[in-house]
C-alpha cells in the first residue's frame, strides 16, 4: 500500500511541474513499482531456468552412462521353466560375477553358437531372417541331458533389446538347455581392431581401415580375446534355416585333421574366379578360384566351426595374423577383396590349406546365383551343384529359401 500512495502523491502534484519533469517522475515511479513487483519473480525465473537447465544436463550425463548391457543373459532348463521375475534378476546379477547354474554343474557339456545380430532393430528384412532361423533351429535341435547349447550374439543396444524380447518368443518350445548370452558390439571392436587393422584394406569395402569395420573380422582373431576356457564356437548366419539337429554339427569338430584350425564349406559360386582374375591371367595353370573338385573356389563364411584351442596353439596360423605376412600375400594373389573375414581365410587357404576342414556343401547350402546373371553363366553351375543331404539352407545375397 506504501507504493500506491508514493504513486498518488506523485500523480497529485504533476500539475505543478512542467513536462520534462513529468516525464522524469513517471519513470521513477514505474521504475521503483517494477522493481519492488517483478525483481523477486525475475531473479525466481533465473534461478528455476538454472535448475531445469543444470538438471536436465545431469539426466543427460546420467543416460549416457548408463549400463545399457543390463540384463545381457538368461537361461532355460526343460525341467524349471517357471521363474518369478526375481529369481531372474538374481540369475542375471549373480551371472555377472560367477558361472552361470548352468556352468556350475561339472556334468554339463557346453555346445556355444555365435551370430552377428547389429542393426537388426533397423531392418524387418533381419528380422524375418532372423525369425525363420531361430525357429527352424529349434524344431530340429535335440540334446541329451546334462547338455547346454549356449548361444551368443553380438549386439548394439537397440538390436540386443529386440533380440530378447524375440528370443523369448522364439526359444518358447525349446525342449533343451540353453542359455543366451549378448556381446557388446563396440567393446568387441575395441579389441579387434589392433589385431585386424592392417588386413582392413585387402578385404573390406570401404578404402581404408574403419573402426567400425573391425567386427566383420571377429572369427579371424576370436581366439585372442574370448576367455580361453572357451575351446569350441560355431559361428552362424542369420540368413539360415536348419534341416536337421544343430548338435550334429558340433560333432564335426571330431573330424578335424591335426593342423587345421577352422571348419568351413566351400564358395558355391565364381566369386573368386572374379576376385583373382589378375592372378589367374598372369597364372594360367592355376586351381585358385577354379571350380570343384580339382580347383580352389574359396570359402563362404555363412557356416564355420572354430576350434578356438588349435588357433591359440597354431604357430602357423597366428603367423599369417602378422600385418607382414597379409601385405605379401595381397600383393603375391593380387588380391583385393570386400567380404571381410571369408576373404581372409579363402586368401591364406590358398596358401595353406591344411589350416581348414572342408565341411560338406550340404552344411552350408547356399543358394545366391547373382553371379550366373553377371558374366559367369557358362561355369556357374559347376560351383553352385551341391550332392549329397542338405542339412542348413543359407539365403545369401536375400535369396529365398524354400519352405518345408
Not at 515511479?29 to 513487483?37: E, G, I, K
Not at 561339472?106 to 532372423?130: E, G, I, N
Not at 573338385?293 to 602378422?322: E, K
Not at 570386400?338 to 590349406?353: A, R
Request: overall charge negative; aromatic content about 12%; proline content about 5%.
Amino acid at each position: 500500500m506504501g507504493i500506491l500512495r508514493f504513486v498518488a502523491r506523485t500523480m497529485g502534484r504533476i500539475s505543478t511541474f512542467r513536462s520534462y519533469q513529468f516525464v522524469v517522475l513517471l519513470a521513477a515511479a514505474l521504475a521503483v513499482f517494477a522493481f519492488y513487483y517483478f525483481g523477486t519473480e525475475k531473479q525466481n525465473f533465473s534461478s528455476t531456468t538454472k535448475r531445469i537447465k543444470q538438471t536436465q544436463t545431469n539426466l543427460n550425463t546420467n543416460r549416457n552412462d548408463a549400463n545399457l548391457m543390463v540384463d545381457n543373459r538368461f537361461t532355460h532348463s526343460p525341467e524349471s521353466e517357471e521363474h518369478t521375475e526375481e529369481e531372474h534378476h538374481e540369475e542375471v546379477e549373480s551371472s555377472r560375477t560367477k558361472p552361470s547354474k548352468t556352468d556350475s554343474k561339472a556334468t554339463d557339456q557346453h555346445y556355444h553358437a555365435l551370430m552377428m545380430f547389429t542393426k537388426v532393430d533397423k531392418s524387418r528384412s533381419l528380422q524375418d531372417k532372423f525369425k525363420v532361423a531361430m525357429l527352424s533351429m529349434v524344431k530340429h535341435a535335440h540334446f541329451h541331458n546334462g547338455e547346454v547349447l549356449v548361444l551368443h550374439f553380438v549386439s548394439d543396444p537397440a538390436s540386443q533389446e529386440l533380440g530378447q524380447r524375440m528370443l523369448r518368443e522364439f526359444l518358447s518350445d525349446a525342449t533343451f538347455k540353453y542359455e543366451v548370452l549378448f556381446h557388446n558390439e563396440v567393446d568387441l571392436a575395441h579389441k579387434l581392431f589392433p589385431i585386424v587393422e592392417a588386413m582392413q584394406k585387402h578385404f573390406s569395402a570401404g578404402s581404408g581401415a574403419y573402426y567400425s569395420d573391425a567386427i566383420f573380422f571377429l572369427s579371424v582373431a576370436m581366439h585372442l580375446i574370448m576367455p580361453e576356457n572357451l575351446t569350441h564356437i560355431v559361428q552362424l548366419d542369420l540368413d539360415l534355416k536348419y534341416k536337421t539337429n544343430i548338435r550334429d554339427l558340433f560333432q564335426e569338430f571330431d573330424h578335424f585333421p591335426p593342423e587345421a584350425v577352422i571348419g568351413i564349406t566351400r564358395e558355391m559360386q565364381p566369386v573368386y574366379r572374379h576376385t583373382f582374375w589378375q592372378y589367374r591371367k598372369e597364372n594360367p595353370q592355376t586351381k585358385v578360384g577354379s571350380p570343384p573338385p580339382d580347383g580352389r573356389p574359396g570359402f563362404n563364411s555363412g557356416v564355420m566351426l572354430l576350434d578356438l584351442g588349435a588357433m591359440r596353439n597354431s604357430t602357423l596360423y597366428n603367423r599369417l595374423l602378422q600385418p607382414n605376412h597379409v601385405a605379401r600375400l595381397a600383393d603375391q594373389y593380387r588380391f583385393k577383396g570386400h567380404l571381410g573375414d571369408q576373404d581372409f581365410f579363402t586368401m591364406i587357404g590358398m596358401e595353406h590349406p591344411e589350416l581348414f576342414y572342408p565341411l560338406a556343401c550340404g552344411w552350408n547350402r547356399q543358394l545366391c546365383s547373382w553371379w550366373r546373371e553377371h558374366g559367369y553363366g557358362e561355369v556357374f553351375q559347376l560351383y553352385y551343384h551341391c550332392d549329397g543331404p542338405v542339412y542348413i539352407y543359407h539365403g545369401n545375397c536375400n535369396t529365398p529359401i524354400p519352405n518345408d
